[in-house]
């Protein structure tokens, strides 16, 4: 990924962007922007970040705007949407997909899944005989849920019935049809004739009783059956042995199989026969109508009318019919619950191996230990689950004050931590990701988005190194957005180089990425450029620079500190302060000959000159643009209201902090809002702009060309 291209139009605000993205392993594999607020970060992390989740982009304001979202690889076709991670300010909720991948060991894996491949091919030789049997496709889900009550639990179902299947009796119920028994749609039916069950079932359970032969709860006609099926396996009649049937009064021998199944059946049918037994079968048959399925149940209980007493308890007639599904296919059934039973001790063996692994995971969060500044420690509750059956990670959090420590869930952790510790969990996640990537060899190009806010300096700093680490790893790449200019100043000084540092110029037309100017000290590059070339506007930015070294090294009083003050201010000395003076000034503090237009201008005049030159020019402003604008906007308030003041005595009294005090006096007589609220705008913007210094001058550079140029024609215009 040599090269990313990237072309948007209406992309949530951003009007226009064409940049080609260069990178080059192994120091030029990152970039910086560094955006005002509202001129392009957010909406272009939020257009990477649809494009990776295969989302459409769009403006949200004009809606009826045609979007452009390109954003292609070194080969003309789109990068590949899984290889872009965005990296948002924060997301509470996100947890990275990979996690897993970091808790596995390949070799305990292997052995894990080999002997489970055996238990699962017996398995599904099983379920093929399950499904055919029952016509169920998801016979493992139905046997979970008749057992356990809980889906995915198919094996521990065979293991908790395998003393019923091999108890030797006869599988009855191995013909049912499960399918047409237990039709969702003949489950709801069966709960509207409820009323028409019990009174069948009551009558059904009365005739056994009556029975000649049959006792409900100790024999009837299915005990009967299975008995008939055991003694025939079993040789009894071969051996000419004879069973003795007591009822009516009297007694019956029996003695072959079929003798008895006919005693048997012909018992059953004499139960059938009755009339209110008929009767309440009538009630029940007129309320079977309606779709298919249900006419099919209704024709196949008809047919098998001994099922509707088992029907008292669905559950327990389920659990019958699969047990002898069991016994129907014994062998298999076998089979899986041998092989599982002789593999138990072997896996524990590597489960408990597993719990005691160390793992990458392990190291990813010593990473985040010895970096970042947090009252936690994290662990995984459930490590051998995830090494071994890939389930995700089950985390606790360890919290520790001055006294004490308690383990509790992230939900709890979460109500405690303060901003920058909840957004350093954050951060954890995306140390998951990224450390998963690396291991899986993803080439990525990471979209991170002011991901240091809110951070203390120490974890700022862990954030800002962390991310000099990943763009030393082959294949990962970044683009860095920011508007915090200290972090941007951090992040190239720390690892990202200067042409790689961009700055948002935004217009009418779009955005541009320009290379960031000033990055550091820009005091020294004025002074430097002005040892070889003139330039007024770096001329006229060297004061207030200087002014806040004259004030650490001379003290407020000193005829430098005062000079300078008066250029800034509107003072009585004011038109005698010339270029000439400066000049020396420069020469006298710094040691350093410039060169300079007219010396003979007046300072205050060439301010005004400069200002009016660019608030034509429809170039961007640069710093020192922005900071002559800014003091030509207070020159020209602060006449504006001394000349609508007229009082003397009043400017004179004035010892300190003089834009505030002349427009606290003016506003106390003035009425036109107009007015007014220029003036606000006078206080509330220029006082950041010129109290600046080579370490701090941020603000200045976050105010918009726009918002500056109107401010000093609105200004002009007073009247």
């Known amino acids: 990924m040599n090269k990313v291209v990237v072309k948007l139009e209406n992309c ?62 070194p080969d003309g076709n789109d990068l590949n949407p899984a290889s872009i991670f965005v990296v948002k300010p ?49 016979a493992d889900e139905e046997v979970s849920e008749v057992f356990t009550g809980t889906s995915g639990k198919f094996l521990d179902s065979v293991q908790r019935v395998k003393g019923e299947v091999n108890d030797g009796k006869a599988a009855i119920f191995s013909g049912a049809s499960y399918k047409i028994l237990f039709d969702e749609k003949v489950a709801k039916i069966l709960g509207d004739i409820q009323p028409e069950l019990t009174d069948y079932i009551a009558r059904y359970n009365d005739l056994v009783d009556q029975s000649k032969y049959f006792r409900r709860g100790v024999f009837n006609h299915t005990n009967a059956a299975t008995i008939a099926d055991t003694l025939v396996k079993n040789g009894f009649f071969d051996a ?41 079968f009538d009630k029940i048959d007129k309320k079977l109508t309606g779709n298919q399925q249900v006419k099919d149940f209704r024709d196949y209980i008809t047919e098998h009318q001994e099922y509707i007493a088992e029907l008292a308890s669905t559950n327990h007639f389920k659990q019958k019919i699969w047990i002898d599904y069991f016994k129907a296919h014994l062998a298999e059934y076998n089979n899986l619950v041998k092989a599982h039973d002789d593999a138990k001790t072997e896996l524990d063996k590597i489960r408990n191996q597993a719990n005691k692994e160390r793992t990458r995971w392990a190291d990813v969060v010593d990473i985040f230990n010895l970096r970042f500044n947090v009252p936690f420690v994290l662990s995984v509750d459930n490590q051998s689950d995830v090494i071994l059956d890939g389930i995700l990670p089950s985390l606790s959090f360890e919290f520790k004050d001055e006294t004490s420590q308690k383990t509790i869930k992230r939900e709890e952790l979460l109500q405690v931590l ?97 290379k960031a100017d000033y990055v550091k000290n820009p005091f020294k590059h004025f002074l430097e450029t002005l040892s070889t070339v003139t330039n007024d506007a770096m001329l006229l930015s060297l004061i207030p620079f200087m002014r806040n070294i004259v004030e650490y090294t001379e003290g407020e009083k000193s005829a430098n500190f005062c000079t300078l003050t008066s250029v800034l201010h509107i003072k009585d000395t004011t038109p005698t302060v010339q270029v000439k003076n400066i000049k020396e000034m420069v020469k006298n503090v710094f ?111 976050d105010m918009s060309d726009e918002e500056l140029k109107t401010l000093y024609k609105d200004v002009v215009s007073l009247k």
Not at 51 to 58: D, I, M, P, T
Not at 97 to 108: A, E, P, Q, R, Y
Not at 250 to 277: M, N, P, R, Y
Not at 422 to 433: D, G, P, Q, V, W
Request: with cysteine.
């Open 12 to 73: 949530y605000g951003i009007k226009k962007l064409d940049r080609t993205f260069k990178f080059a392993e192994p120091n030029k594999s990152a970039y910086s922007i560094y955006a005002t607020n509202g001129s392009m970060k957010t909406s272009f992390t939020k257009t990477f970040d649809d494009f990776s989740a295969g989302r459409e982009s769009c403006d949200m304001i004009f809606t009826d705007r045609k979007t452009v979202r390109e954003i292609k690889g």
């Open 591 to 701: 040691d350093k000959d410039i060169k300079v237009g007219d010396e003979n201008k007046n300072v205050a005049d060439l301010f005004i000159e400069v200002a009016d030159t660019m608030v034509k020019n429809t170039k961007s402003l640069s710093l020192e643009c922005k900071i002559v604008l800014s003091v030509a906007i207070r020159l020209k308030s602060e006449q504006f209201m001394i000349d609508k003041i007229a009082d003397p005595e009043f400017l004179k009294s004035i010892t300190g902090n003089q834009t505030a005090a002349l427009s606290d006096k003016y506003l106390e007589g003035e009425t036109a809002a107009d007015c007014i609220g220029t003036i606000k705008r006078v206080n509330l913007i220029t006082p950041q702009n010129i109290h600046l210094n080579s370490f701090m001058y941020e603000p200045i550079l």
């Open 418 to 514: 303060s901003v920058g510790e909840r957004k350093a969990l954050y951060i954890l996640n995306i140390l998951f990701e990224v450390e998963a990537r690396k291991d899986l060899g993803e080439e990525t190009l990471m979209i991170v988005d002011d991901i240091a806010d809110s951070f203390d300096y120490k974890n700022k700093y862990a954030i800002i190194e962390y991310l000099k680490d990943i763009s030393e790893i082959s294949g990962f790449y970044q683009i860095v957005l920011t508007h915090n200019f200290d972090f941007f100043r951090t992040i190239q000084s720390r690892y990202i180089p200067r042409d790689y540092c961009l700055m948002v110029d935004k217009s009418a037309g779009g955005v541009s990425l320009v």
């Open 90 to 138: 924060y997301d509470e909720g996100y947890s990275s997909g990979k996690t897993s991948t970091l808790l596995v060991n390949k070799k305990l894996k292997d052995e894990y899944d080999k002997i489970w491949a055996n238990i699962k091919a017996l398995e599904a030789e099983l379920l093929k005989s399950l499904v055919k049997s029952s016509g169920r496709k998801d």
């Open 240 to 280: 000419s042995h004879a069973v003795t049937l007591s009822g009516g009064g009297g007694k019956s021998e029996i003695t072959s199989q079929d003798e008895l199944k006919t005693v048997i059946e012909g018992e059953l049918q004499e139960i059938l026969k009755d009339e209110k037994l008929r009767k309440a």
